[in-house]
């Protein structure tokens, strides 16, 4: 069973326009949300994580929007650019000395000069 | 720049080889992970770690082994490779629960 679900897939965006990426998780034990980047050839890197006590955060361009009801998190890439071309997972994970990273499966996204 | 290295960073090899992937970090990170990942495609957990001496299977059988006998080392071994094996094979680790960081990957072909 997959424990977080991202999508779309694939995403195409004008340079400067705004590219959105959907998450949704099932466990409600998870309380750490990050977003990773990965670049070909690159292992992936932490872009932006938030814990579910705020519904929003932002760093530069980046933002995470978070809806604990409905157990959903975006990425928001606002004034997108073709650097931002990448694969992009969001990821989820609770406290505790048996907790795991679950993945979701990507979005890759191409910004369009 | 993450301290978590792995190596080889390429790997191709015959059919049947024996092979093991190496994977360390220099940040007394207590949890390690390796994942399997094609091209552009999800991350599949294939085994982790919570400690020295604590090995567990992910949710993809890769018919790979790993063992943790030092906190900052942990490989991966294939005991007999095969065509299917061919894939990137990442390795990260994490504090307690926060950010993982991952090596720049091991991309392996079987031929």
């Known amino acids: 069973q997959q424990q ?7 995403l195409i965006v004008q340079k400067g326009g705004i ?9 409600t034990a998870f309380d750490y949300f990050p977003w990773y980047q990965q670049f070909p ?6 872009l932006i994580a938030i814990r579910p006590d705020v519904s929003e955060k932002k760093e530069g361009r980046f933002t995470i929007s978070f809806n604990k009801s409905a157990k959903q998190f975006s990425l928001h890439i606002m004034d997108s650019q073709p650097g931002d071309s990448a694969t992009y997972f969001c990821a989820a994970s609770r406290r505790g000395p048996g907790n795991q990273f679950y993945f979701g499966t990507g979005t890759s996204l191409t910004v369009i000069p | 720049e993450a301290d978590i290295y792995q190596t080889p960073r390429y790997l191709v090899i015959g059919t049947g ?6 994977c360390s970090q220099t940040m007394g990170h207590d949890k ?19 400690g020295v001496n604590s090995t567990e299977k992910g949710d993809l059988s890769s018919e790979s082994t790993v063992s943790r006998i030092r906190t900052e080392h942990f490989p991966l071994t294939l005991e007999s490779a095969r065509p299917s094996h061919t894939s990137q094979y990442l390795c990260a680790s994490v504090y307690g629960n926060t950010e993982a960081f991952f090596g720049q990957g ?6």
Do not use: F
Not at chain 1, 4 to 10: A, D, L
């Open chain 1, 4 to 10: 977080v679900k991202q999508s779309p897939q694939s």
């Open chain 1, 19 to 27: 590219s959105i990426i959907n998450c949704a998780y099932e466990n």
């Open chain 1, 41 to 46: 050839g690159k292992g992936p890197a932490l």
């Open chain 2, 17 to 22: 080889k024996k092979i093991t992937l190496e």
């Open chain 2, 32 to 50: 390690m992970y390796w994942y399997q990942q094609d091209p552009g495609m999800e991350l599949h957990l294939i085994h982790y770690s919570y």
């Open chain 2, 106 to 111: 091991t991309r392996l072909t079987v031929v």
